[in-house]
């Protein structure tokens, strides 16, 4: 076993000596708790056997800290990087990576073949494993541990979920040999508290000794966001200034709104939250950042860094970020205001974690936090080796009950769901490899196929109820033992007999009329309804006190059988799910000429390679011709609208787009117009974004146009320019190294990369 400078827990042990037994396992325990040695254990074991491993997590950002932090400790040499933009000393013995990186690698893609990718690697890690839960990197996840080779051992980390050992059991059908070790225990325990603005100048435990709700806590009083005593409240300074004085700082304060990490900054800003030889020290780091980022020396948050408060979001660019993840770790910032990806991983690790709410606002309303949302967050509290304990304090609001609060915190973590989805890309990396019989064991492999009993449970339970009601109304027995098919032919006589007897009546007036008392059609239908009558008269139903709790039975009969039978259909529909999805996508390729005779064409083959939001979208619009002949900042304009998403509300940029650029999206929105009717006929939704809002900003980047002037016309923050100016790049990077591509467009993706990647946009 290898040594650390501390005693491992048991959990580790266990896992470290599986590991040494040749074994893979899936490890799931508290955020903090001490994960990553047993990753670290399994590269001391590769360095020493001269094999390789690899390291993914499921962020860029989160891959860039690992590979500084194995680079300090295990040598430079020893380590490499792959991400989306970035190959550092890729054929390293230890070599960080995205986890959708490695997925690729399992491709036979332009990443080379498998068995070169994998040369002499032995060990893969997959760090932050529940992020099989996340809706759109999911499927990555299931792809590399169904693709991954058995003769690799798979090191799977994960924070706390529910159903970890459904997924152990998973993956030992698909990789075999994993253990499952689990743990609840936290080095650092953590103590929970409550705000309550009554109190405004303390914090009050949030649980009694016995784990039930402290009475002493009282709601939030409903008041008008507008009134003036809502406006008076300064919440944030008060929770900060109790921190302060209790010594509970460093804290992290999670927020749900960038806007709000930025106005909670500026509230604290008249704090005094560092020391005189603290101030100088982050002075003194600052001086030293931004001789290496002069262009930060204008931002208007560094005056709230003197004094130990920092936000830290999505919206701030990167540098900007890693001096503030920086000055965090060294002690010197004593509040972050944050949004809950500051959760995910990266190393800012506080003795206090402050959630805001219990509640978020999402795409399709306000929601309350899942289980292991709250977890993460409140994970990040208690640093190992220099806390005893870690505090989590929830600010109470209008909007939520202490008694919810108590709820939440005493919750067990959620399980993970499958995000498994079938997309162009892998049915035809798929079909390059394997028959179609093949592909369709591998499509049953994933875990959402394995976990399918529980996601059909809700189903399966409305069509056991349907079962049950219909047994139940069917058993009701008729006083004149009828049966139902009795009773449905008495019904029909009844109507019957009313029409008849309607005809007649009218049939009698209208010979009374003429004249003829007993014409011969009033004598048939008389003679008609009588019978008609005599006939319902056998069933008893008119003298039966039940006949209307019969009749509704009935209907109710009708519509549960109904029902009943969309059920059946719905099951069998959701347990072939996903095989359905794989050929729904494999009839557009072949409608598209992208696959014959059940193999990908040329097209197709570039199409395996693409990795967009809609590979099939971008593959037509590469082989459409349309970007050959686009200068370097035409070619970006383009592309940029190809990776922006669609913004809330409706935001134009001030700068017109050039004419050439334009020209070219007119020509793409036809192809999209072209896709989405197969994808509407096959019930597919792919996204294929059109969305020009940056373009005219990256056109004038590439043309060297200011960063500062760049800024100033986005009506969105520094870092989502950054992101998007990114997510192109990413494109555009592609477009140099896919097979078969027009030359001039390849040369000026290349020119177009390098116009792109200067300060700010360059820093990881």
Known sequence: ?????????????????????????????????????????????????????FYTTPLKALSNQKYYDFSN???????????????????????????????????????????DNLKDVKYVVLDEVHYMNDEQRGTVWEESLIYAPSSIQIIALSATVANSQQLTDWINTVHSGTEHIYTDFRPVPLRHYYYDSSKPFDILPLLTPEGKLNRKIRPEKKMN??????????????????????????????????????????????????????????????????????YLENNKNLDYLYNGVASHHAGLLPAWKLLVER????????????????????????????????SKRTDSGHRMLTANEFLQMSGRAGRRGMDKVGYVVVVGTQFQT????????????????????????????????????????????????????????????????C???????????????????????????????????????????????????DSPEVIEYTQKTREIRDAMQKYNCEICRGYKKHMKNLEI????????????????????????????HKEILEKMGYINNGYPTQSGVLCSMIRAENELFFAEIILSGILNELEPYELASVICALVTEDLRGDVYPDSPISKNSRKALNKIKDIRKKIAVLQRDYDINT????????????????????????????????????????????????????????ENLKENAKTAICAILKEPVDVD
């Not at 009601?469 to 007999?497: G, H, Q, S, V």
């Not at 009943?564 to 529909?573: A, G, H, R, S």
């Open 327 to 358: 000055l965090f770790q060294q002690g010197l910032i004593k509040v972050v205001f944050a949004t809950e990806t500051l959760a995910a991983g990266i190393n800012m690790p506080a003795r206090t974690t402050v959630i805001s709410a219990i």
């Open 73 to 115: 400790k295990y040598g430079i040499g020893n380590v490499g990087l792959l991400t989306g933009d970035t190959s550092i000393n890729r054929d390293a013995p230890i070599v960080v990576m995205t986890t959708e990186v490695f997925r690729n690698m399992l491709y036979n893609t332009n990443f080379g073949s498998v068995k």
């Open 557 to 584: 009969i009708s519509r549960y059988e109904k029902k009943y039978k969309e059920t059946c259909k719905n099951i069998e529909k959701q347990k072939d799910i996903y095989w359905n999805k794989f050929l729904a």
């Open 687 to 742: 996204e294929m974004y059109i969305n020009s809002y940056y373009s005219p900003l990256i056109e004038q980047w590439v043309m060297n146009t200011p960063w500062e002037d760049i800024s100033k016309q986005a009506d969105s923050s520094e870092g989502d320019v950054v992101r998007v100016f990114k997510r192109t790049v990413d494109v555009l990077r592609q477009l140099t190294i896919l097979p078969n591509i027009n």
């Open 225 to 294: 966001y507008y009134s003036r005593q809502a406006k008076k409240r300064n919440t944030v300074k008060d929770v900060i200034s109790v921190l302060h004085k209790k010594e509970m700082l460093p804290a992290i304060y999670f927020t749900f709104s960038r806007k709000k990490c930025d106005e909670n900054m500026e509230k604290c800003s008249d704090l005094h939250l560092v020391s005189q030889e603290e101030a100088k020290k982050i002075r003194d780091e600052i001086r030293e950042f931004l001789k290496e980022h002069p």
């Open 1 to 53: 076993m290898y040594k650390f400078d501390f005693e491992l827990d048991d959990f580790q042990k266990q896992a470290v000596e599986c590991i040494n037994n040749g074994k893979s396992v899936v490890v799931c325990a508290p955020t903090g708790a001490g994960k990553t040695c047993i990753a670290e254990s399994a590269i001391q074991k590769a360095l020493e056997e001269n094999t390789r491993l």
């Open 467 to 517: 079962e049950q009601t219909l047994a139940k109304l069917k058993a009701e027995k008729c006083p004149f033992n009828l049966t139902n098919d009795d009773f449905i032919e008495f019904n029909r006589l009844k109507d019957k007999y009313i029409v008849y007897r309607k005809l007649t009546k009218t049939l009698l007036k209208q010979a009374k009329q003429r004249g003829q008392k």
């Open 402 to 465: 202490p008694d919810e609060v108590a709820d939440l915190v005493k919750s067990s973590s959620n399980p993970l769901e499958s995000r498994f989805s079938p997309g162009y890309s892998m049915v035809l990396n798929l079909l390059q490899n394997l028959e179609l019989e093949q592909a369709k064991e591998l499509i049953l492999k994933s875990f959402g196929y394995y976990s399918s009993n529980d996601r059909l449970k809700p189903i399966i339970m409305q069509q056991l109820n």
